[in-house]
């Protein structure tokens, strides 16, 4: 076979574009590689490769410098988040004293299983496997509570498993730690009431932080001063005063390990610790208080009428506050729904009550100043009252009547006809007119939130409540504390402590002064904003003419509660009720026997001493326990001669007794 020979390249200066061929495949069919082409392809190539690699390595170079560079202080501190964590710190809680400086709530170390939530780590695996090591009789409400916890509560550094841990519990854990990677044992301290049930509806208690109560406070913008706080007020003093209490959160720098396990701390910054709360209370009246009223339902209160500060506030049964601060257990709860003396009742505040005839000195205030009665006018009391054409008798409560009586005889005696009468003619609007006036139907502004505000009744009331008109009838028993009208204790002794004070009211309150613990000084003190307010009346004398009414009750011949009070040593005004809770049918007897012990008559006493110059002021609300005059005066007394020993250098009344004759009650000495 004969090849073609090539001509030699000729050398140019300048290569003419010649048309691209293809290789030409010569007579015997075997194709020829055009060399030139495939040379100039493979150093496109080439060049194309070394661009793409110079292209790939800036861009690499430049985002290493971007990250290295540029970038350096935002990634390290990305970091740093994954090494260093800053975690809250909960402030001390302020605690809480009586006006004599004894502790009714301090702050325990206790020690806590806390759980860190991890994607990693099975959360309901690992609390029942807790539950199970420690004993923590974890109820699966319990468990739920916690779970829901660690899913929405990621603002806290951890969630409470358990709290109170004995120390067999803390080595158990201890020896089996390595099994629980994001289990921690802390210490912190927690809310404790050294006088458990004695103090807790005034106190009140903390308790956990619930949904409420984040939403609450993210609405009021102060959750983030929340951050790793597991408790707060929930009733009482640890409720109003909850921000004066809870303090400043402080924050730590920490490093940590990959599971978030504390290394060591970086950075401190101490929390501010809350403020002190003193309370006018005084814890050896409350004791007292309790010890009084012993198995009975019912609440008792004293309090200072020309401050309002209240030296004993006590409400029974009760039970104890530190169930719900450890965390309370449905079982235990249960238990508080189903007692039969409703224990979780505040009855000083929300219990709802007929004052009975504790009000008739306040309702002759309204008379006098009404025109309706005269300190001498008289009328005579009858065995019932009747409206004109009607055949329905409101009895009086002595079944022969009182005879001849005026408005200091009438507050003496109880009469309960004098008292119809002046409700008949003032009418209901007159009567729900001063009412309001006394702050009946109205909150008493004492700092605690849990406070009912009773009905003072009227006919726009009515024809709400029941979708009726008011009738003549309605208005007569209202004339003895009866009827429509209920009120709480706290809202008695306010109208009572107006009596007192001779027409000025005054805010009853618990709290005394805030303290700053670290420099000890007071940084406020119980404004009230009732300084200075006072019943407008026609005549000061009308104050006079009830509180004489009150004192004849306890001192007078004829005093329904002379002999509760017999042989004091010093001089006291008051005030008994007798509350009808189910009434009595026409031409029937009262009789205690017969009744249900949850129908008898409530036992109330209003007293105040000494009488010139009021010292000390007593209500109380003895449920189904009868007369007032021999159930509850007897307690007051008791109270007041306690406060007296404790207090003996305080005003005592004058020395020099006067005589006074008050109309048909007769001549009495007054000290």
Same mark, same amino acid.
């Given at each position: ?223 983030? @001063?929340?951050? +790793? ?34 290394? *060591?701390?970086?950075?401190? @910054?101490?929390?501010?610790?809350? *403020? ?54 449905? @079982? ?112 008493? +502004? ?7 505000? +009773? ?121 008994? +009720? ?36 009021? *010292? ?56």
């Amino acid at each position: 076979m004969f090849f073609q020979k090539r001509k030699p390249k000729e050398r140019v200066i300048f290569n003419k574009k010649v048309k691209k061929r293809k290789a030409k495949k010569t007579s015997g069919g075997i194709e020829v590689k055009n060399e030139d082409q495939e040379i100039r392809i493979f150093k496109v190539r080439v060049i194309l490769g070394c661009i793409i690699v110079f292209i790939c390595f800036s861009i690499l170079f430049a985002n290493l410098y971007y990250l290295q560079v540029i970038s350096h202080e935002d990634y390290q501190t990305r970091s740093n988040v994954n090494r260093i964590r800053v975690l809250p710190v909960v402030p001390q809680r302020g605690m809480i004293y009586d006006r004599n400086h004894v502790v009714l709530a301090e702050n325990r170390p206790v020690f806590h299983l806390m759980i860190f939530p991890n994607k990693d780590i099975n959360t309901e695996d690992t609390v029942r496997r807790l539950d199970s090591l420690l004993d923590l009789e974890l109820s699966q409400e319990d468990i739920d509570h916690i779970l829901q916890q660690s899913r929405t509560r990621q603002r806290y550094s951890g969630v409470e498993v358990a709290d109170l841990l004995t120390d067999e519990q803390i080595a158990k854990f201890s020896v089996n730690r390595h099994h629980f990677p994001n289990v921690q044992i802390s210490s912190d301290l927690k809310r404790f009431y050294p006088f458990a049930n004695i103090t807790t509806h005034a106190i009140g208690y903390v308790s956990r932080i619930n949904e409420a109560d984040e939403e609450y406070l993210t609405e009021q913008g102060r959750i983030d @001063n929340y951050d +790793g706080t597991t408790a707060i007020g929930k009733l009482g003093i640890e409720s109003f005063y909850e921000e004066e209490l809870h303090g400043q959160t402080g924050s730590r720098e920490v490093e940590v390990n990959s599971h978030g396990q504390v290394i *060591r701390t970086l950075k401190y @910054n101490p929390p501010t610790h809350g *403020r002190d709360i003193t309370l006018t209370l005084d814890i050896r009246l409350q004791y007292y208080a309790q010890e009084l009223l012993a198995d009975m339902k019912g609440a008792i209160i004293a309090v200072e009428p020309a401050t309002g500060g209240i030296l004993a506030f006590y409400s029974n049964p009760s039970y104890d506050p530190n169930l719900f601060v450890r965390g309370i257990r449905s @079982n235990e709860y249960k238990a508080l729904l189903n007692h039969p003396g409703k224990p979780l009742i505040n009855r000083v505040t929300q219990g709802g009550y007929s004052p009975a005839s504790t009000i008739k000195p306040l309702l002759a205030i309204m008379g006098l100043n009404e025109d309706l009665i005269t300190p001498n006018s008289s009328y005579y009391g009858a065995a019932a009252f009747m409206l004109p054409n009607s055949t329905h008798r409101f009895r009086d409560w002595r079944s022969w009547g009182h005879g001849w009586l005026d408005v200091y005889r009438a507050i003496e005696l109880s009469a309960d006809t004098y008292f119809y009468d002046l409700a008949h003619r003032a009418g209901i609007d007159t009567i729900h007119k001063y009412l309001d006036l006394y702050g009946f139907g109205r909150a008493t +502004g004492i700092d605690i939130h849990e406070e009912s505000l +009773g009905i003072n009744p009227s006919p726009a009331w009515k024809q709400r409540r029941f979708k009726q008109p008011w009738h003549v009838g309605d208005t007569i028993p209202i004339g003895i504390g009866q009827g429509y009208w209920t009120t709480t204790l706290i809202q008695l002794i306010k109208a009572h402590a107006m009596l007192a004070n001779h027409g000025r009211f005054v805010t009853p309150h618990l709290m005394k002064d805030v303290v700053d613990p670290k420099t000890t000084k007071i940084v406020h003190i119980f404004e009230d904003k009732l300084q200075g307010q006072r019943l407008e009346v026609k005549d000061q004398s009308y104050f006079d003419v009830a509180r004489a009414g009150m004192y004849l009750v306890i001192n007078g011949p004829e005093g329904t509660g002379r002999r509760a009070f017999a042989g004091t040593t010093y001089k006291a005004a008051g005030k008994s +009720g007798t509350a009808q809770v189910v009434s009595i049918k026409q031409g029937e007897k009262y009789d205690a026997k017969a009744l249900r012990a949850e129908h008898r008559d409530n036992a109330l006493f209003v007293a105040f001493a000494p009488y010139h110059r009021p *010292r000390i002021l007593v209500g109380i609300i003895l449920e189904n326990e009868g007369g007032g005059s021999s159930r509850a005066a007897p307690l007051v007394r008791k109270l007041m001669d306690r406060y007296f020993e404790l207090y003996p250098s305080g005003y005592m009344g004058e020395k020099q007794g006067q005589t006074f004759k008050f109309g048909l009650a007769g001549t009495v000495e007054i000290k």
